[in-house]
C-alpha cells in the first residue's frame, strides 16, 4: 500500500477516524494494528518474521542491558543485541549478494565450492528498522535513554506505519514520548498535516514520476544513447530521487502529523548545498545524523592518533558501510565509497581552499556560493550514476559519455511525449516558486482564506491534471 | 473536529468537478449507451470503414456487428490488438472478419466466437492470436466481463464450471469498476485531452472509403490503420517507443508472471477441440515482439513464462495439428525493428509477410 495509492487515501482516515473514537488507553493499539495491516498489504511473506524477531530480539536486549549489573556485562549484551540485528539483517537482505560474489570468486580462483545462490527474502523496509532497533540498544547502552517496558510501545515504535518503510530513522527518545502523549484533536496539526501529505503527493506523482519516464527511457538502456541525453538523464535523475524521497518523506510526516507526531525533518534544499558535507547535513537528515553518531564518531575516536589521515579514512569507511545498507550491490558501494572519497579528500584541501579563497578574495560572494553549489551538485550527480545504473558496466559507459556529443536527445526529450514536457516544466516552476516562497505562503494561509483556498484548489487540480497516476512504488522503498 | 469537518466539505467540489468531467467527456464511451457502438457497427456493416475512431467498448461493437451480419465470414481472427493488422487482403475474395479487440484475454475468444454461436453462424477458419499474458492469471485484464454471459455460457458447453464466479457478480463487480473509472485521476486526464480535441476536431468519427487517413481507421474487415504520425514513424522513433515499452514495469499484462495458468490452458485447449470437432479449421498466430522488446524479454527473468507459453502453444498446434504462424521472437518471424509501429504491434505489411503462405490456406477453407 504505497502513499500515492487510492488504498492509502482510504486506510489514513478510516485509521485517524477510530484512533480518533477510541479511548486514550487503547489508541497504541490501534495505530499499532493499523501498522501491522499497513504491511499485511505488501503482501511480503517473511516480512511480519523479520518485524516480530526485531522487535523481541531488541525488547529483549534492551531490558538485559538495563538489568546488567557489570561494564562487561553490559558490553557483552551491546554487541549480542547489535549482532543480533545485523545478522538478521544480513540473512535476509545481503545473503544473496554475498553467496553470489562468493560463487564468482570461487570461480574465479577455480575452486569447486559448491555455494547455492540464494534469494532475497526481504528487502522492503528491514534496513530502516534494524537501524532504529541499534540506535535504541545504543542509546540505552550508553545511558542516554531508559529502555521502553511497555511492549506495546515499543512496538510501536518500531513498526509505526508512516515512518518504517523509507524513514525517518527515529531515536526512541524523539518518538515514544511522543506515542505516549495524551491525545488532543488540533486543528493546526489536521491542516498542516493534509497540506504536506499533499504536497509530497504533488512532488512524487507529478514531479518525479514524470522525471522517471526520461530516467528509465535512458538508464534501461544505456547504450542507445550518448553525450548529453546521458547527462540530461543523469540531471533528472538527481531531481527524481529528490523529488520521490523527499515527497515521501512529506507524506509520512503528513500522516503522522494527524496523529499529533512530529516526526524527524529529512531534507533541507539538498541541491543547494555548499560541498559534500553541506550536502549530508541536507540530504536523509535522520540517516546521516545516524550514521555520523553510531559509526563515523566511533571510527573517528578509535582512528583519532592518526589524525587527517583517521578521520578521512573513517568518513571513507562510513560511506562505504552506507553504501551497503542502502543495497546488496557493488553500485551502491561505490556510491557510498565516492561520497567517502569526496569528504575524505577534503578534510586535506580543506585548509589551502580557504587560503586560495582569500587569495582571490571571493571567500563570502555569491559567485563562489554558486561555484560550491554547481560543483557539489555535479560531484552528487555523478555519483548518483552508480546509484542507479542496472550494473557496473552501465554505469562506466553513462561516466565516459556523458560529454561526448549530443546524439540521441532529440528522442530523449520527445520520448515521452509533448504532455510529458508540459507536466515536468510546469511542476519545475510551481516547486521552485513554492520552495522560494514558503515563508510569504505563511502569510498567505494565516490571513486569506480565500486566497488559501484558491492555492488548495490549484495544488489539487494540478495534481489531478498533471500527475501520473498508477502503479509507481516509491524509489526507496527498496532499502 | 466540527471546523475540520466543515473545511472537509470544502474539499467536495474537487470529487464533483472530476465525476462532472469525466461523465461528460466518457472518451472511453464506458456508460452503457449503446448508440456509440451500434452506429459504428451499422456503418462497418455497409461496407464503409470508420475513421478517428477511438475509446470505445471495443467488445459492445464486436457484439452488434456480430448480431448485424447477413452472411457467415469464412475466417475469422480472434485476438488482441497485435492481431488488427490482419487484414482481408490475406484472405482474397473470401468472407473475412477481423474480430481482435484490444487486451484480449481467453474469455475474450470465446465470449465473441459464443456470438457466432448464438446466431448459428459458422466460420470455417477461425485464426486464433495468442498472446502470452493470455497463460498469465495475473495480466489484469477484466475488458472480457462485458462478454461474461456470452463466456459463461460456452464455458458450460465446453464443459468447465469453476474458472470464475457467477456471471452475476462478475457483471456487478464490472459496473463498479467502470464506475470508479469517473473518479479515476488517469480518466480525469484523458477526459480533459479529449474534450480539447473534441472542440478542435468537431466530429468524433465519420463513414469513410479511405483505407488509410491522418486519423486511424476501422476497416470494414475488422482490422485496423493506425492514424498516419503513429504509422509513419521514423526507425529511431520506434525504437525509442519500443524502449519505453520495454522499461514499464511490469511490462504490459506481464505482471508476476511466475506459472502458465492452467485453467486457461485447459481452457484453450478445449475451445480448440471443440472448433476442430465441429470441423472449423483453427491457425495460431504468436505475434512477435519488437527486438528490443524481445531482448528485454529474453533476458529479464521476470518474463522467462514468455518462451514457456510459446513452447506450450507449439505444444497445443502440435497436438490439434494446427500451422503456427509468427513467433514471439522478430528473428525467427524475420522481422526487423521498422517492422513495428511500436513495442509490440507488427506493422500490417510484416504481418503479411508472415501470413505469405496463407492464402492457400484460406483456399482452402472454400474446398
Same mark, same amino acid.
Given at each position: 500500500m504505497p502513499f500515492n495509492s487510492l488504498k492509502y487515501f482510504l486506510f489514513l482516515p478510516v485509521t485517524y477516524l477510530v484512533f480518533y473514537l477510541v479511548g486514550e488507553r487503547a489508541r497504541w493499539s490501534v495505530l499499532l494494528a493499523a501498522s501491522l495491516l499497513f504491511y499485511a %498489504?505488501?503482501?511480503?511473506?517473511?516480512l511480519p518474521v523479520v518485524l516480530i524477531l526485531v522487535t523481541t530480539t531488541t525488547y529483549s536486549f534492551g531490558i538485559w542491558l538495563d538489568q546488567a549489573g557489570t561494564l562487561k556485562a553490559k558490553r557483552a549484551l551491546i554487541w549480542g543485541g547489535i549482532g543480533a540485528n545485523l545478522l538478521i539483517l544480513i540473512v535476509m537482505k545481503y545473503l544473496p549478494f554475498l553467496s553470489g560474489n562468493l560463487k564468482e570468486l570461487s570461480a574465479l580462483l577455480s575452486l569447486d565450492a559448491k555455494i547455492q545462490q540464494v534469494r532475497i527474502f526481504v528487502a522492503i523496509g528491514v534496513s530502516y528498522y534494524v537501524f532504529q532497533a541499534i540506535s535504541y540498544l545504543v542509546d540505552i547502552y550508553l545511558e542516554i535513554e531508559k529502555p521502553e517496558r511497555h511492549f506495546g510501545y515499543f512496538a510501536l515504535f518500531l513498526? *509505526? *506505519?508512516?515512518?518504517?518503510?523509507?524513514?525517518?530513522?527515529? /531515536?526512541a527518545g524523539d518518538l515514544i514520548p511522543q506515542l505516549r502523549c495524551r491525545y488532543e484533536f488540533n486543528y493546526d496539526n489536521m491542516r498542516f498535516g493534509m497540506l504536506l501529505f499533499t504536497w509530497g503527493l504533488f512532488k512524487k506523482v507529478v514531479i518525479a514520476d514524470r522525471l522517471g519516464l526520461y530516467v528509465d527511457a535512458v538508464y534501461?538502456?544505456?547504450?542507445?544513447f550518448s553525450g548529453l541525453s546521458l547527462l540530461l538523464a543523469t540531471y533528472a535523475y538527481a531531481f527524481q530521487i529528490y523529488m520521490d524521497f523527499s515527497g515521501y518523506t512529506d507524506m509520512a510526516l503528513g500522516s503522522a502529523r494527524l496523529f499529533n507526531i512530529k516526526l524527524t /525533518?529529512? *531534507?533541507? !534544499?539538498?541541491?543547494?548545498? %555548499? !560541498?559534500v558535507i553541506d550536502f549530508w547535513r541536507r540530504w536523509h537528515i535522520s540517516f546521516s545524523r545516524w550514521i555520523l553518531d553510531y559509526i563515523f564518531k566511533p571510527l573517528q575516536i578509535q582512528w583519532r592518533n592518526w589524525n587527517n589521515l583517521g578521520t578521512a579514512g573513517a568518513l571513507i569507511a562510513t560511506f562505504l558501510i552506507s553504501g551497503i545498507w542502502h543495497g546488496a550491490s557493488w553500485g551502491f558501494v561505490i556510491w557510498g565509497g565516492l561520497h567517502g572519497l569526496y569528504m575524505g579528500c577534503s578534510v586535506f584541501y580543506k585548509p589551502y581552499q580557504k587560503k586560495l579563497h582569500d587569495a582571490l578574495r571571493i571567500e563570502r560572494t555569491e559567485f563562489l556560493k554558486f561555484c560550491q553549489i554547481f560543483v557539489t551538485f555535479n560531484l552528487v550527480s555523478l555519483a548518483w550514476v552508480f546509484f542507479r545504473a542496472s550494473n557496473f558496466a552501465d554505469a562506466m559507459y553513462v561516466v565516459t559519455n556523458m560529454?561526448?556529443?549530443?546524439?540521441g536527445v532529440r528522442y530523449f526529450i520527445s520520448s515521452t511525449g509533448k504532455f510529458n514536457i508540459l507536466a515536468v516544466a510546469i511542476s519545475l516552476v510551481i516547486f521552485i516558486v513554492v520552495s522560494y516562497n514558503v515563508t510569504k505562503f505563511n502569510f498567505l494561509f494565516q490571513n486569506k482564506p480565500l486566497f488559501r483556498w484558491i492555492l488548495y484548489y490549484a495544488l489539487l487540480f494540478t495534481i489531478l491534471s498533471l500527475g501520473k497516476f498508477g502503479e509507481s512504488s516509491f524509489l526507496y522503498f527498496k532499502f | 473536529m466540527t471546523k475540520l469537518l466543515k473545511k472537509i466539505l470544502l474539499l467536495l467540489p474537487i470529487p464533483a468537478v472530476v465525476f462532472a468531467t469525466t461523465w461528460m467527456a466518457d472518451p472511453a464511451n464506458i456508460?452503457?449507451?449503446?448508440s456509440f457502438e451500434t452506429g459504428v457497427a451499422s456503418i462497418l456493416l455497409s461496407g464503409k470503414n470508420v475513421a478517428n475512431?477511438?475509446?470505445?467498448?471495443e467488445r459492445k461493437l464486436q457484439k452488434y456487428i456480430i448480431l448485424g451480419l447477413l452472411k457467415p465470414p469464412e475466417v475469422i481472427v480472434l485476438g488482441s490488438s497485435r492481431s488488427m493488422?490482419?487484414?482481408?487482403d490475406i484472405f482474397p475474395n473470401i468472407l473475412f472478419l477481423n474480430n481482435s479487440v484490444s487486451g484480449a484475454s481467453i474469455e475474450d475468444y470465446i465470449g465473441i466466437f459464443n456470438l457466432y454461436r448464438i446466431r448459428g453462424l459458422k466460420p470455417k477458419l477461425v485464426i486464433i492470436s495468442l498472446d502470452?499474458?493470455?497463460?498469465?492469471? $495475473?495480466?489484469?485484464?477484466?475488458?472480457w466481463k462485458y462478454l461474461s454471459d456470452e463466456f459463461f455460457e460456452m464455458e458450460n458447453i465446453l464443459?468447465?464450471? @469453476? +474458472?470464475? @464466479? +457467477?456471471s452475476v457478480q462478475e457483471k456487478f463487480l464490472y459496473k463498479i469498476h467502470i464506475y470508479e473509472e469517473f473518479l479515476s485521476p488517469e480518466y480525469f486526464q484523458q477526459s480533459c485531452i479529449y474534450l480539447i480535441q473534441k472542440k478542435r476536431a468537431g466530429k468524433i468519427y465519420w463513414a469513410t472509403d479511405?483505407?488509410?487517413?491522418e486519423e486511424p481507421i476501422k476497416i470494414a474487415d475488422g482490422s485496423y490503420v493506425y492514424a498516419e504520425k503513429f504509422r509513419e514513424k521514423q526507425v529511431a522513433d520506434i525504437n525509442s517507443d519500443a524502449r519505453i515499452y520495454a522499461i514499464e514495469k511490469p511490462m504490459y499484462s506481464l505482471?508476476?508472471?511466475?506459472?502458465?495458468d492452467k485453467s486457461a490452458m485447459q481452457l484453450l485447449d478445449s475451445f480448440i477441440y471443440y472448433l476442430k470437432k465441429n470441423e472449423i479449421k483453427v491457425l495460431i498466430y504468436l505475434p512477435p515482439y519488437h527486438p528490443i522488446v524481445y531482448e528485454v524479454i529474453n533476458t529479464?527473468?521476470? $518474463?522467462t513464462m514468455v518462451a514457456e507459453s510459446e513452447k506450450w502453444y507449439r505444444f497445443l498446434a502440435n497436438k490439434h495439428k494446427i500451422k503456427v504462424f509468427g513467433s514471439y521472437d522478430p528473428k525467427i518471424s524475420n522481422l526487423?525493428? @521498422?517492422?513495428?509501429?511500436?513495442?509490440?504491434h507488427p506493422k500490417n505489411q510484416a504481418v503479411h509477410r508472415m501470413f505469405g503462405l496463407c492464402g492457400s490456406e484460406g483456399d482452402r477453407t472454400n474446398q
Open positions: %498489504t505488501l503482501n511480503v511473506p517473511y513498526a *509505526f *506505519f508512516p515512518k518504517l518503510l523509507q524513514g525517518p530513522i527515529e /531515536r534501461n538502456d544505456v547504450h542507445a /525533518r529529512n *531534507f533541507n !534544499s539538498p541541491y543547494l548545498a %555548499t !560541498s560529454l561526448k556529443g549530443i546524439y | 456508460k452503457d449507451d449503446d475512431l477511438v475509446n470505445y467498448n493488422g490482419i487484414n482481408s502470452p499474458w493470455i497463460l498469465n492469471r $495475473y495480466n489484469g485484464q477484466d475488458r464443459g468447465f464450471h @469453476s +474458472t470464475h @464466479s +457467477t479511405k483505407l488509410q487517413a505482471g508476476r508472471f511466475n506459472e502458465l529479464n527473468k521476470a $518474463y526487423e525493428e @521498422s517492422d513495428f509501429f511500436d513495442g509490440m
